[in-house]
């Protein structure tokens, strides 16, 4: 009885349906968990933790004072302890807890982060009045704050040295701004005016057409703008002055002295006194400060804006390079072309080609759209600027129609299945009403089929915004100095280089000098990068059901 029951189990495929529920349980769960380790090791990095200060003291050496941020915590063999060198006694548990410290003070110990042996930890405390410098370079420095002072003479010293200390950073805070604005956007704009002159008259020297003229009125463009860069350059020597103005004094845990520039510090807080509302806002701050600011420190501090924007932008501009090419191939294999060998071989192909690897296709847009197209560009639009390239070197347009030839297959075969699913007596029956075919395809058939376009579009912007290879060859860098969209003209500058998210994380993550301090940022970045795809997605998303909803009458 219950081997029968069985086999009508079986026959009634409901095994394949548990599995097949399994297999997508399975995945959503291994998906989910991932996130939630990418979430949580990535947004802990901005908590600001507590700082100890514990007596430290190897066996057989004389004690120190550390001080340092707890940032890992592990059990290793006792024998692995000795073998490493250090004077470990054999006799006790098998296992001893080695802790990693963020201690800080690169120009006093040579590393931010310091391993140490937990059992030689003694007097551990955690002092109130202990300060947690953020500087712009050099990474975070803790010690007790002495004094603070004005162009070498004290200010305030003792209790009275933090709140004043905290007033000046805002003032440093508002120079900084001032700063940072003179420089890019004022004097990048002269810069660019200045370039834009130079290659002007390049031009009127190669086409033989520099006479007095020309060259008088190029003199009066030219001392418009160094009278314009010499006005600039005055207040931000003006700024700069006062921004390196004032310093303190501040002394480590072990009685070193070191005064600091309040020029080089991004903001003071003494985290051992900072109450959990406190630190909720210093958390968020920093979060706003990871997706809103520029980085800093080799990309192992400040924020990465620009990697977002790069990444943005460049998937829009892939996506409207890639959307019509793609939909008008895939028009044409199914509504014009004849079916025969020719369009089924075309198809394999085309299907082939969504499996070559994408480092295939950095080679190949490094090859043709560079060195080839970019080249030809160069020669033929841009003689002046040579032996510079403007369009001959990696830059934002290559990398842009690169990706859209990577994913060019994708939106192909969506938009042929969408195109096939549409009802032939649909065809005909505006054909009969006395419709021409263009007037079929344009206002019947195509607004039908664009749910399925926005299928492979969205295919299309998952598979670009997260690929990284083929971008190292044809336009991403490290660090781009400029944002490619801003105020000077032509303003969208599709020759230059940007920075992306993928590749901020591999240069994090492999790349990096200071491997401990940048661990965190790779979790930050994979998850701001997972969430920036998300939200493309969810757009295209949106547009598709719209667009389902708008035109789903038709399919009744």
Do not use: C
Request: no cysteine; charged share 20%.
């Amino acid at each position: 009885m219950k081997k029968d029951s069985l086999k009508t189990w079986i026959k009634s495929g409901s095994p394949w349906v548990w599995m097949n529920a399994g297999a997508v349980a399975i995945a959503v769960i291994m998906t989910l968990g991932l996130l939630a380790v990418i979430a949580v090791r990535g947004l802990e990095h901005f908590w600001p933790d507590d700082v100890i200060v514990a007596d430290y003291q190897v066996p057989g050496s004389q004690p120190r004072v550390m001080a340092g941020e707890v940032v890992q915590a592990e059990e290793v063999p006792r024998a692995r302890l000795a073998a490493s060198g250090l004077p470990v006694d054999v006799e006790g548990g098998e296992f001893m807890t080695r802790e990693l410290l963020k201690v800080g003070n690169r120009e006093v110990y040579g590393a931010d982060f310091s391993w140490v042996v937990g059992e030689w930890l003694s007097n551990q405390r955690k002092p109130a009045d202990l300060v947690a410098l953020e500087r712009r370079e050099w990474g975070n420095f803790y010690g007790e704050l002495l004094n603070v002072k004005e162009g070498g003479q004290l200010v305030a010293e003792g209790d009275a040295a933090w709140p004043e200390l905290q007033k000046r950073i805002d003032r440093i805070d508002d120079l900084h701004a001032g700063i940072a604005k003179l420089e890019k956007v004022d004097i990048g704009r002269i810069n660019h005016g200045l370039e834009r002159l130079r290659l002007k008259t390049r031009k009127l020297e190669l086409d033989d057409k520099l006479d007095a003229a020309a060259q008088a009125e190029l003199d009066a463009e030219r001392a418009q703008w160094d009278a314009e860069y010499k006005a600039l350059e005055s207040e931000l020597v003006a700024l700069y002055t006062g921004f390196n103005r004032d310093s303190i004094t501040m002394r480590t845990m072990d009685g070193q002295e070191k005064e600091i520039s309040l020029g080089k510090i991004v903001r003071a807080y003494r985290p051992n006194a900072m109450s959990t509302l406190d630190k909720l806002g210093f958390y968020f701050a920093k979060v706003w400060e990871f997706v809103s600011d520029e980085p800093r420190e080799a990309n192992t501090e400040g924020g990465i804006f620009p990697a977002i924007f790069g990444t943005v932008l460049m998937t829009i501009i892939m996506a409207v390079i890639v959307t019509p090419f793609g939909v008008i191939a895939a028009v044409y294999l199914r509504e014009y072309a004849k079916q025969g060998v020719l369009t089924r071989i075309i198809r394999i192909a085309v299907n082939n080609l969504a499996g070559v690897p994408s480092i295939v296709y950095g080679v190949f847009g490094l090859g043709f759209f560079v060195y080839v197209l970019g080249g030809s560009l160069d020669q033929i639009f841009y003689p002046e600027a040579a032996p510079a390239p403007v369009f001959g070197t990696p830059g934002l347009m290559w990398a842009s129609l690169t990706l859209a030839i990577l994913t060019l297959p994708v939106v192909i075969v969506a938009t042929e299945e969408g195109l096939a699913r549409i009802p032939r007596i649909l065809r005909e029956g505006s054909l009969a009403l006395g419709a021409t075919k263009s007037e079929t395809l344009w206002k019947v058939v195509l607004p039908m089929a664009s749910p399925a376009m926005m299928t492979g579009l969205i295919l299309a912007v998952a598979r670009a915004a997260g690929e990284v290879a083929p971008l190292m060859l044809v336009g991403v860098v490290k660090l781009a100095p400029s944002l490619p969209l801003n105020g000077n003209y032509p303003y969208l500058h599709l020759d230059q280089k940007i920075m992306h998210l993928g590749f901020h994380i591999y240069d994090v993550g492999f790349q990096s000098p200071n491997v401990e301090a940048a661990r965190p940022l790779v979790y930050a970045t994979a998850l701001l990068l997972v969430l920036v795809i998300a939200t493309l997605n969810l757009t295209a998303v949106v547009i598709r059901n719209h667009l389902r909803e708008k035109y789903k009458a038709l399919d009744h």
